[in-house]
């Protein structure tokens, strides 16, 4: 009735020699194994032994009735089909037979063929829910499999209906937005961009997508605590028998790739501001060297408390605080153009403290006494892969920015912390603070609030932060005083986490970071 790959194994139990061998000799030429047996305990062992497919079993049989082996049979191999036979003396046999799990039952007497036939559709329908479970199975984990890849991927994921309300979203949409499944459901796609992103770009996501099959482009996109943030933006159809069912829309967040392209370009324009510095600094030099040697000799020349002694010694003061300024000025290109990084295993809090005291031999002893130094370090740090001598410089310059902005005294303090993937190191200070219009400039060289200096200090410590693969973060209030948060990795090859970015959150940009 159907093909078969290998021959189906059947079970004869029947106690009717003439029945029996009647019922083998039908099967075996329709290319069944057959298998005999002629009592009930006969057909228990022969079924153990052999395991067929199929058990054709008489209700009434010697020492083991039919039910006994129907029961026996089901327990032990319940995918095997039993058909059980009896005559038509008692209907309600048949009936009980289908209670306790019979696959069917056949009435004596019977045709030989009509039994094979029967028990041929049973096999064929067996191969048919099997097969089907079999593809639900596969369905199902192929539905497991992509709701945990669209839960594990970094994009954000969302389907609307084809009118464009929300159906579904997969976590890293939920952690882009802050919005929960519960919150989006069935609000309109445009709720998430914003505004007037989509206004100038003149799109209507749904209609255009319906329309051209797709949309791609950068937008800008509204969170939860209404912040917004750039993505690439791509859309597909949903369709089910050639109908639109919806949309997909798949989110890529560029703001870390956006700032990344920020601190390219501006370390191009340090690069070439670098080079214009060079030249100015070595024009300077020359022409300070003949101010400075000619207003010594006319100081010299003059007479004690004169007005030309007098001037020539302010003459005289300001060529030194420019020399000091080009010296500066000349160190911080000489980092950017020709210091050699050797970086080694090396514990941060000896250099912490010996950029402290270089930083007190700078101050006068009485500015130093009123200020007090405290640290608050963790009782197990990691070894950092860094290069000493450039982070003992960025130390250098945080402290004396803090001893600056306390001329008259006041309270630093470092606290330093084991950070999952680095060391994060505090320095706050209850200074005289920044101007919140000056902060977004502090890092730039030549910026500074101070009457003297060339304003390089903050410029070298983003110059090394950013080769070891690290950043500050600066908060401050005019008046108050200031925190310049550091974090360094342990291996600036390596992937950091960030001591002030919460779970989920768009990774912030290496490399010294401005407050907004």
């Known amino acids: 009735m159907g093909s078969r790959n290998a021959s189906p194994k059947i079970l004869i139990a029947e106690d009717s020699l003439i029945l029996n061998n009647m019922l083998r000799d039908v099967f075996e030429e329709h290319g069944f194994e057959v298998v005999q047996a002629f009592d009930g305990s006969e057909g228990k062992d022969v079924f153990l032994k052999e395991t067929p497919e199929v058990a054709l079993i008489d209700v009434h049989m010697p020492k083991i009735d039919g039910f006994d082996a129907l029961r026996f049979a089901k327990e032990k191999l319940p995918r095997t089909i039993v058909v059980l036979m009896s005559s038509a003396a008692n209907p309600q046999i048949g009936v009980k037979a289908m209670k306790m799990g019979a696959d069917d039952f056949l009435t004596k007497p019977f045709a030989p063929e009509a039994a094979v036939e029967l028990v041929e559709s049973l096999l064929e329908n067996r191969r048919f829910v099997e097969e089907n479970m079999r593809l639900k199975n596969q369905i199902h984990r192929g539905e497991k499999y992509l709701a945990h890849l669209t839960t594990i991927i970094n994009e954000a994921l969302i389907t609307t209906d084809a009118g464009g309300r929300i159906q579904s979203i997969n976590r890293a949409a939920s952690n882009l937005w802050g919005y929960t499944f519960e919150e989006l459901k069935d609000r309109d796609i445009h709720f998430l961009v914003r505004g007037d992103a989509r206004t100038l770009l003149n799109r209507d996501l749904v209609k255009d997508t319906l329309k051209d099959g797709r949309v791609e482009g950068e937008f800008h996109f509204r ?196 950070s999952k993937t680095g060391v994060s190191l505090a320095f706050v200070d209850n200074g005289v603070g920044i101007h919140s219009d000056d902060i977004s400039e502090i890092f730039n060289p030549f910026f500074t609030s101070k009457t003297t200096g060339a304003g390089m200090g903050l410029s070298n410590v983003h110059l090394l932060l950013e080769e070891h693969k690290g950043m500050v973060k600066v908060t401050s209030e005019a008046g108050k005083g200031s925190t310049f948060e550091v974090f360094l990795p342990v291996d600036r090859l390596t992937t950091a986490i960030y001591p002030w970015e919460k779970p989920g959150s768009p990774r912030a940009s290496r490399g010294p970071q401005k407050r907004s």
């Open 223 to 418: 969170k939860k605590d209404n912040t917004t943030f750039p993505g690439y933006l791509s859309t597909s159809i949903i369709k089910e028998k050639n109908r639109a069912q919806g949309i997909v829309v798949v989110v890529t967040e560029l703001t870390r790739l956006y700032e990344v392209e920020q601190q390219l370009k501006k370390s191009e324009k340090l690069a070439a501001l670098g080079k214009v510095v060079e030249g100015v600094a070595h024009e300077v030099r020359n022409c300070l060297t003949s101010l400075g040697g000619f207003a010594l000799r006319l100081h010299s020349m003059a007479e004690k408390d004169s007005i030309t002694s007098r001037y020539t010694e302010v003459i005289i003061n300001d060529v030194a605080r420019l020399e000091k300024m080009v010296k500066d000025i000349e160190e911080y290109v000489e980092y950017s153009k020709f210091y050699k990084f050797n970086f080694v295993k090396t514990n941060l809090i000896p250099l912490l403290e010996r950029a402290r005291d270089k930083v007190v031999q700078t101050f006068p002893e009485s500015l130093v006494k009123k200020i007090h130094f405290v640290m608050d370090v963790d009782g197990s740090l990691p070894e950092l892969n860094i290069d000493p001598v450039a982070i003992e410089e960025v130390f250098f310059h945080l402290i004396r920015n803090a001893y600056e902005a306390m001329p008259n005294g006041g309270r630093l303090k470092v606290t330093v912390r084991n």
